[in-house]
């Protein structure tokens, strides 16, 4: 039972032992003296000597234990946690012998060994990033194949949580706090097809895949999915986990439809008479549809330009381009042969010093000119006859034209030059997004959370690690003006999953509370209000353990909205604060600051006291601290909450 007291409880229990035996010792023997005397006067002496030296016993007992307790006591405990946080939490910075000055040789014993598990910790990274460093480069290569694939791909587990996603995942189903790694896919598809799927594969052992079609949670966007299970060489498992690959078709099913109907109403009409006036309302319809159902790309009208130039220049033919840098929507592959192939027509023809060039612009389209001295011949339409390239018998430059919604046209291009003009449409400018980001964790492939999650180990939680900024320090009065989080997710931190807003308060922020955390009342005005934001992010905390810094704190602010926003924070909550004097006792101090500085954490200066600053440095200094727990034998939730109520007397735990 001793042995789960704390050293400085253990030491001061010895002390007290220590003063109350000496105590009861000196009664005993003044009180055999005061027998042995025999004088009943002397008794008053006696006794004044006894509470005289009883008191001089207990001070001089607790001097020496004060004494030892900051000499000591104090000075091994943090030495402890000093070493944890060099064997667990990853810290390399040099152990401060300083704090154990008066430990003799423990201190600069204690350095010496953290020196060498250092030295031999990087001795083996450099042998471990030897041998890995392939595997690394693989691993690079897979993720810039998945982020430039044009479907989203899934990773998903056996109980149909996310393992990894590329960044056309998050184009696809939009900016969803449901999105995240180990995050339920329920969240974001309506999961019954894929149930189903995934059921029917396992029980047949299909290995070929299926393909289902699912809906959105959001926008009830229709999307086309292609699902392959996971099995993997030397996995034992009946279920395991799956790949989804997901296309939206949302925008492609009403082009198809309206195709099909404008040629219905054409037969129709034609059975019924009026062709003329049917066929031009037709015409005039069926154009809006005419660039939407062929796969068009994003293209720079340069980079369009320098491509023909060179497959030009391969078959002895010089032609310059200068088309600038504007972007293009079309069939690159196709308009590029399409324009190689009137070049090389024209060439054969003679015509010579062959320019292709922007000839005018539109907000909507592009001019392209391709010219040449000389005039055109006569029956340059037969080139668009003639087929782009011998694998493409079937499609020739009419198509290209058909496809694109154009035509080509011919004019003259100035004194002795002719010209023949293409338009093309102008690209629709795309808000930039990290489209090119894979995350993933394929050990999430393989992880299970017991039936209790008070019994599971604390590495395999998922948390969601949160910071606010208010407009004071007082949770009934005051109100949110900025929350944001990040995740920790099987250990690790993922920065990229983050939580970043700003929240309208409803009421003016003080100028105190703006000299802190920098947030101004004109940068909140058109912000979403604290109801709205507080509902998103219970989305994005949904299924993940809460931690802040000082959680009674923010949790004070969330949980006075809880009935406005119909739902509740009743997930386990953590404090870092509780954490840290687990790890480096009571009496050290555990401020942000403090910790981060222990930990060997830097907060930049400009994000510090902002919400995701400190987020992420107290995320950071979690993802530290939970293999350090484990150097204290705390494993599992429980026992976390349980080391909590050891010290609740410092700060209140929500558990």
Same mark, same amino acid.
């Given at each position: 039972?001793?042995?789960?007291?704390?050293?400085?409880?253990?030491?001061?229990?010895?002390?007290?032992?220590?003063?109350?035996?000496?105590?009861?010792?000196?009664?005993?023997?003044?009180?055999?003296?005061?027998?042995?005397?025999?004088?009943?006067?002397?008794?008053?002496?006696?006794?004044?000597?006894?509470?005289?030296?009883?008191?001089?016993?207990?001070?001089?007992?607790?001097?020496?234990?004060?004494?030892?307790?900051?000499?000591?006591?104090?000075?091994?405990?943090?030495?402890?946690?000093?070493?944890?946080?060099?064997?667990?939490?990853?810290?390399?910075?040099?152990?401060?012998?300083?704090?154990?000055?008066?430990?003799?040789?423990?201190?600069?014993?204690?350095?010496?060994?953290?020196?060498?598990?250092?030295?031999?910790?990087?001795?083996?990274?450099?042998?471990?990033?030897?041998?890995?460093?392939?595997?690394?480069?693989?691993?690079?290569?897979?993720?810039?194949?998945?982020?430039?694939?044009?479907?989203?791909?899934?990773?998903?587990?056996?109980?149909?949580?996310?393992?990894?996603?590329?960044?056309?995942?998050?184009?696809?189903?939009?900016?969803?706090?449901?999105?995240?790694?180990?995050?339920?896919?329920?969240?974001?598809?309506?999961?019954?097809?894929?149930?189903?799927?995934?059921?029917?594969?396992?029980?047949?052992?299909?290995?070929?895949?299926?393909?289902?079609?699912?809906?959105?949670?959001?926008?009830?966007?229709?999307?086309?999915?292609?699902?392959?299970?996971?099995?993997?060489? %030397?996995?034992?498992?009946?279920?395991?986990?799956?790949?989804?690959?997901?296309?939206?078709?949302?925008?492609?099913?009403?082009?198809?439809?309206?195709?099909?109907?404008?040629?219905?109403?054409?037969?129709?009409?034609?059975?019924?008479?009026?062709?003329?006036?049917?066929?031009?309302?037709?015409?005039?319809?069926?154009?809006?549809?005419?660039?939407?159902?062929?796969?068009?790309?994003?293209?720079?009208?340069?980079?369009? %330009?320098?491509?023909?130039?060179?497959?030009?220049?391969?078959?002895?033919?010089?032609?310059?381009?200068?088309?600038?840098?504007?972007?293009?929507?079309?069939?690159?592959?196709?308009?590029?042969?399409?324009?190689?192939?009137?070049?090389?027509?024209?060439?054969?023809?003679?015509?010579?010093?062959?320019?292709?060039?922007?000839?005018?612009?539109?907000?909507?389209?592009?001019?392209?000119?391709?010219?040449?001295?000389?005039?055109?011949?006569?029956?340059?339409?037969?080139?668009?006859?003639?087929?782009?390239?011998?694998?493409?018998?079937?499609?020739?430059?009419?198509?290209?034209?058909?496809?694109?919604?154009?035509?080509?046209?011919?004019?003259?291009?100035?004194?002795?030059?002719?010209?023949?003009?293409?338009?093309?449409?102008?690209?629709?400018?795309?808000?930039?997004?990290?489209?090119?980001?894979?995350?993933?964790?394929?050990?999430?492939?393989?992880?299970?959370?017991?039936?209790?999650?008070?019994?599971?180990?604390?590495?395999?939680?998922?948390?969601?690690?949160?910071?606010?900024?208010?407009?004071?320090?007082?949770?009934?009065?005051?109100?949110?003006?900025?929350?944001?989080?990040?995740?920790?997710?099987?250990?690790?931190?993922?920065?990229?999953?983050?939580?970043?807003?700003?929240?309208?308060?409803?009421?003016?922020?003080?100028?105190?509370?703006?000299?802190?955390?920098?947030?101004?009342?004109?940068?909140?005005?058109?912000?979403?209000?604290?109801?709205?934001?507080?509902?998103?992010?219970?989305?994005?905390?949904?299924?993940?353990?809460?931690?802040?810094?000082?959680?009674?704190?923010?949790?004070?602010?969330?949980?006075?909205?809880?009935?406005?926003?119909?739902?509740?924070?009743?997930?386990?909550?953590?404090?870092?604060?509780?954490?840290?004097?687990?790890?480096?006792?009571?009496?050290?101090?555990?401020?942000?600051?403090?910790?981060?500085?222990?930990?060997?954490?830097?907060?930049?200066?400009?994000?510090?006291?902002?919400?995701?600053?400190?987020?992420? %440095?107290?995320?950071?200094?979690?993802?530290?601290?939970?293999?350090?727990?484990?150097?204290?034998?705390?494993?599992?939730?429980?026992?976390?909450?349980?080391?909590?109520?050891?010290?609740?007397?410092?700060?209140?735990?929500?558990?």
């Amino acid at each position: 039972m001793v042995q789960h007291l704390s050293l400085r409880l253990r030491i001061f229990l010895f002390f007290a032992f220590l003063a109350a035996a000496t105590s009861v010792l000196a009664i005993a023997g003044l009180t055999l003296g005061y027998m042995r005397l025999g004088e009943a006067h002397a008794l008053s002496a006696f006794v004044i000597s006894g509470v005289i030296g009883i008191f001089a016993i207990f001070a001089l007992t607790t001097w020496v234990w004060v004494m030892f307790d900051e000499n000591v006591a104090k000075p091994v405990e943090r030495l402890a946690a000093e070493m944890r946080a060099r064997v667990h939490g990853g810290v390399d910075q040099d152990l401060d012998e300083g704090a154990a000055q008066h430990l003799g040789d423990l201190g600069p014993a204690a350095a010496a060994v953290t020196q060498n598990l250092n030295e031999t910790r990087n001795a083996m990274a450099m042998a471990v990033a030897r041998e890995t460093a392939r595997m690394a480069t693989e691993t690079a290569r897979l993720e810039a194949l998945l982020s430039e694939m044009p479907d989203g791909v899934l990773f998903c587990t056996p109980d149909h949580g996310l393992a990894l996603y590329n960044g056309r995942v998050r184009e696809i189903l939009g900016a969803s706090e449901a999105l995240g790694l180990n995050r339920p896919l329920s969240g974001l598809l309506r999961i019954g097809p894929i149930k189903m799927a995934y059921d029917r594969l396992i029980a047949v052992g299909e290995d070929q895949g299926a393909d289902i079609l699912v809906t959105t949670r959001a926008g009830a966007r229709l999307l086309e999915a292609r699902m392959r299970l996971l099995r993997l060489e %030397g996995q034992e498992t009946d279920r395991p986990g799956y790949v989804l690959a997901l296309r939206d078709v949302s925008d492609d099913l009403p082009v198809l439809a309206e195709r099909a109907h404008l040629l219905e109403e054409l037969l129709d009409g034609a059975r019924a008479g009026g062709l003329i006036e049917l066929a031009d309302d037709i015409a005039m319809r069926k154009a809006k549809t005419d660039t939407k159902w062929w796969p068009m790309e994003v293209l720079v009208a340069s980079d369009l %330009g320098a491509a023909l130039s060179a497959r030009m220049g391969r078959k002895g033919i010089r032609l310059e381009c200068d088309l600038g840098i504007q972007p293009l929507r079309c069939d690159g592959f196709a308009v590029t042969r399409l324009l190689e192939r009137l070049a090389l027509d024209w060439s054969n023809q003679g015509g010579t010093d062959l320019r292709l060039t922007l000839a005018s612009e539109t907000p909507e389209a592009l001019i392209l000119s391709l010219e040449s001295e000389g005039n055109l011949p006569d029956g340059w339409q037969a080139w668009l006859d003639t087929p782009l390239s011998p694998g493409l018998s079937g499609f020739a430059g009419r198509d290209v034209l058909v496809c694109h919604g154009t035509e080509l046209r011919p004019e003259p291009a100035g004194t002795g030059r002719a010209a023949l003009r293409l338009s093309l449409p102008r690209a629709e400018p795309k808000a930039k997004g990290p489209t090119r980001e894979v995350l993933y964790d394929f050990d999430l492939l393989n992880a299970a959370l017991p039936e209790r999650l008070a019994d599971a180990a604390l590495p395999a939680l998922s948390y969601v690690v949160f910071d606010t900024e208010t407009t004071g320090l007082n949770p009934a009065a005051d109100e949110i003006c900025q929350i944001a989080a990040v995740r920790i997710v099987n250990g690790k931190m993922r920065a990229e999953e983050r939580f970043d807003m700003l929240v309208n308060p409803g009421r003016p922020i003080p100028a105190a509370a703006t000299a802190v955390h920098h947030i101004t009342n004109e940068m909140v005005a058109d912000a979403a209000s604290v109801g709205e934001a507080l509902k998103r992010f219970h989305t994005f905390a949904e299924g993940a353990v809460l931690v802040a810094h000082n959680a009674p704190f923010d949790m004070a602010f969330l949980r006075r909205r809880e009935a406005e926003i119909g739902a509740r924070f009743d997930q386990p909550i953590l404090d870092t604060v509780l954490c840290s004097a687990i790890l480096y006792g009571q009496s050290a101090e555990h401020t942000l600051d403090a910790l981060c500085d222990r930990l060997g954490i830097v907060i930049p200066e400009t994000e510090r006291h902002t919400a995701l600053g400190d987020a992420i %440095g107290t995320a950071e200094a979690m993802a530290r601290m939970i293999p350090m727990l484990a150097g204290v034998e705390i494993n599992t939730l429980s026992a976390l909450i349980a080391g909590f109520d050891q010290h609740k007397r410092l700060i209140e735990h929500l558990n």
